[in-house]
């Protein structure tokens, strides 16, 4: 083989040597070029750290300020009902009666003893002024020697010992007059009546009960103001105080609904047995919703 041809042969591998040796100059590009790819995930990173921290939730029961079992007064028996549960009654509404005849009889027997007495009283008083005067003339008749002292005498202890009657009279007056307010007063408790103005949620007895005194009757609930009391970590003392504004979500419902509520209380001292506070929100606006009873969840920034 020549020498020229032996050239021809090697330029041909000599060429494709040539383009397999530039080949990793655009793959340099490629990874230039993929290099911002990993700047979004620092972004996503430094965003998520920057997100708020969950709030602190502290859990506790819906309640309000006047809730209360409605007790007997006195023994007897349930006369009369007359409120349900769920009944919405006012400050002074009747919920039931207790059988009143045997107090009400007594109580018009004593009214009559207090009028008798009182009668009694206004003669006294009359004959005292009576005395009185024959008194003062007995005096004048003595000065002008008219009478003897022993007439005198006479009249005066006349007068006086009808002074002490008319005193005797008064406190018999007194003593009626006190056993009247007594049965008035037991007459009233036999009138079971609302102590506030709220909903009846619950009935304990039936007519024609026998019942003895502070036997339970009702239960008898406000419905509004609604308030949440809840205990919180030791390190929110000072970072909570009243009227610091927070917020309240149902705890046993699918209802996200997130309510406004406002402390009006925060406890003095810390609980030493569990290192916590203890605080009382009140809700504001609309409650629709939340009931006297519920569990709800009070929200609250994570304190450092």
């Known amino acids: 083989m020549t020498k020229s041809a032996v050239i021809m042969l090697i330029a041909p591998w000599l060429v494709l040597g040539i383009g397999c040796t530039s080949s990793p100059g655009p793959s340099t590009g490629t990874v230039a070029a993929s290099e911002p790819a990993g700047a979004p995930e620092a972004t996503v990173r430094a965003t998520s750290s920057s997100l708020p921290t969950a709030d602190f939730l502290a859990s506790g029961p819906i309640i309000v300020e006047n809730e209360v079992d409605v007790t007997a007064q006195r023994d007897g028996i349930l006369a009369k009902i007359m409120a349900e549960p769920g009944t919405a009654v006012k400050k002074g509404q ?4 207790l059988d009143d005849r045997q107090i009400s009889a007594d109580l018009e027997a004593a009214r ?3 009028r008798s007495t009182e009668n009694d009283l206004r003669n006294w008083e009359a004959e005292a002024k ?8 007995a005096q004048k008749l003595w000065e002008a020697q008219i009478i003897p002292k022993e007439q005198l005498d006479h009249a005066k202890f006349k007068a006086e010992s009808d002074q002490w009657d008319v005193k005797r009279v008064s ?9 009247e307010q007594s049965l008035e007063l037991e007459l ?3 009138h079971v ?4 103005d709220g909903i009846v949620a619950r009935r304990y007895v039936r007519a024609g009960q026998s019942v003895v005194k502070n036997d339970r009757l009702f239960w008898v609930t406000a419905v509004a103001p609604l308030r949440i009391r809840v205990t919180l970590p030791e390190k929110y003392l000072g970072k909570v105080h009243a009227g610091t504004r927070v917020s309240v979500t149902a705890a046993e419902t699918s209802d996200a609904h997130s309510y406004r509520a406002k402390v009006i209380q925060v406890s003095p001292v810390v609980d030493p047995s569990s290192d916590t506070i203890e605080i009382l929100a009140e809700l504001t606006g609309n409650t629709a919703g939340l009931r ?13």
């Open 188 to 190: 009233e408790k036999t």
């Open 94 to 97: 009747l919920l039931a009666m």
């Open 171 to 179: 406190e018999l007056l007194q003593n009626a007059r006190a056993s």
């Open 292 to 304: 006297p009873g519920m569990r709800a969840d009070l929200h609250l920034p994570n304190a450092p």
């Open 193 to 196: 009546a609302a102590p506030f």
């Open 130 to 137: 009576v005395l009185e005067v024959d008194y003062a003339r």
């Open 112 to 114: 009559a003893k207090t």
